[in-house]
C-alpha cells in the first residue's frame, strides 16, 4: 500500500458483484486510504451482494439510477453529508445496452434501446458531472473517471451500438474535462480497458473468443480487472494531477499492436 489516497473522499458507482472493476476500484481505494460510497441503480442492488462490499470498505450504499438527475443530485448531496466534505475523486462503471442483451445486430438496431443505452451508459456521465459542477461537490484537483472501451475507435462488430455509445462518453470526457479544469481544475479521462470477464463484458456475443484473441494479439496480455483498479488508483491520486481530458489506453499494448506471432502461428501464417 501506498497511501495514494489517504483522506481523500469519493464516489464509485458500479460495483455488482465481486467481478466488477468498480468491485476491485473500491477494495483498491479503501487499501489506499479512501473513504467513498457505494451507489447502483436500485434494481442492481437486489441480490444484496453490495453490502459485503460496503460492510469490507467501511462504506454506505446510496441507491441512484444514474439516469436520474433527481437520484444524482440526492447522490452527491448525501455523499458529501456522509463523507464530511467535497469529494475528490469519482469512479464512473456503468454500461448497459439492450440492444445488446437482445442479441439484435447493429444494422438492426431498435431505436428505443438504443436511447437507453445512449442514456445509461454515456448521458448519465454528463448528468453526474452537471450534478456535482452544480452543486460544486467536487474539490480542486478532484479526479473524474469513466471506463469505456476500444470500439470507440475502431470497429467491433458485436459491440454493436455500445461502440457509438462508448465514442459519446469519451467526448463527453474531453467536453466537460474543459469546462471543469477551466473553471475548479477538476480533471475527466476515460480509461479503455481490455476485454474483461465480469457481467457487463460477458453478456457480448462471442466474448469468450474476442477474449482469447486479444490477449494473444496484446504484449502483455490482457489487463484484468485488479490492475485497471490500479490504474484508476493513480488518476484518483495527486501524481497525475495534470492529466485531464485524455482516453488512456489500459489494454496491455494490444491497441498499439497490428499482429503478434501468436495469432500468425495460430493462423498458419508463419514458417
Ligand atoms: N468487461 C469488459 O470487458 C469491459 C471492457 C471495457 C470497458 N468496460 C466498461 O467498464 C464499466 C463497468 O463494467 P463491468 O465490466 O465492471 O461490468 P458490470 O456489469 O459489473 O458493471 C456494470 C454496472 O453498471 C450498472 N448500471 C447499469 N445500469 C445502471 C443505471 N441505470 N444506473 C446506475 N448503474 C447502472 C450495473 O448495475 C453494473 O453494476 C462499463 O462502463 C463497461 O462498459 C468493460
Redo the contacts with the bound molecule.
Keep these: 500500500m501506498y497511501n495514494l489516497l489517504k483522506g481523500k473522499r469519493g464516489i464509485i ?5 465481486q ?4 468491485w476491485k476500484v473500491a477494495e483498491k481505494a479503501h487499501e489506499e486510504g479512501a473513504s467513498f460510497v457505494l451507489t ?2 436500485p434494481i ?1 442492488m437486489r441480490m444484496g451482494e453490495i453490502n459485503a462490499l460496503a460492510e469490507k470498505t467501511g462504506s454506505q450504499i446510496i441507491p ?4 436520474s438527475v433527481d437520484e444524482l443530485t440526492n447522490l452527491f448531496t448525501q455523499s458529501q453529508e456522509i463523507l464530511g466534505g467535497k469529494v475528490d475523486f469519482v469512479l464512473h ?4 445496452s439492450v440492444n445488446i442483451r437482445k442479441k439484435i445486430p447493429y444494422t438492426e438496431s431498435n431505436y428505443d434501446y438504443f436511447m437507453k443505452g445512449i442514456d ?2 454515456a448521458l ?1 456521465f454528463h448528468k453526474m458531472l452537471a450534478v456535482a459542477k452544480k452543486l460544486d461537490a467536487i474539490n480542486e484537483g478532484g479526479s473524474v473517471v469513466a ?3 476500444m470500439a470507440a475507435q475502431r470497429t467491433y462488430p458485436f459491440y454493436t451500438d455500445m461502440a457509438d455509445i462508448k465514442a459519446m462518453l469519451e467526448s463527453i470526457a474531453r467536453s466537460f474535462g474543459y469546462h471543469y479544469g477551466l473553471e475548479k481544475k477538476v480533471r475527466i479521462n476515460t480509461v479503455s ?4 470477464k ?4 460477458t453478456g457480448i456475443k462471442g466474448f469468450g473468443d474476442f477474449f482469447d484473441y486479444a490477449d494473444a494479439i496484446a504484449p502483455l496480455g490482457n489487463a484484468d480487472a485488479e490492475s485497471c483498479a490500479d490504474y484508476c488508483i493513480t488518476l484518483f491520486s495527486d501524481l497525475t494531477r495534470m492529466v485531464t481530458m485524455q482516453n488512456l489506453f489500459h489494454d496491455g499494448g494490444y491497441s498499439s499492436t497490428g499482429v503478434s506471432d501468436i495469432v500468425m502461428k495460430k493462423m498458419g501464417l508463419e514458417e
Design positions: 458507482t458500479g460495483a455488482l458483484d467481478n466488477s472493476i468498480a447502483n441503480a442492481a441512484a439510477d444514474a439516469t462503471s456503468i454500461g448497459m445509461v451508459s448519465s471506463l469505456t472501451y480497458q481490455s476485454p474483461t465480469t457481467s457487463a463484458g
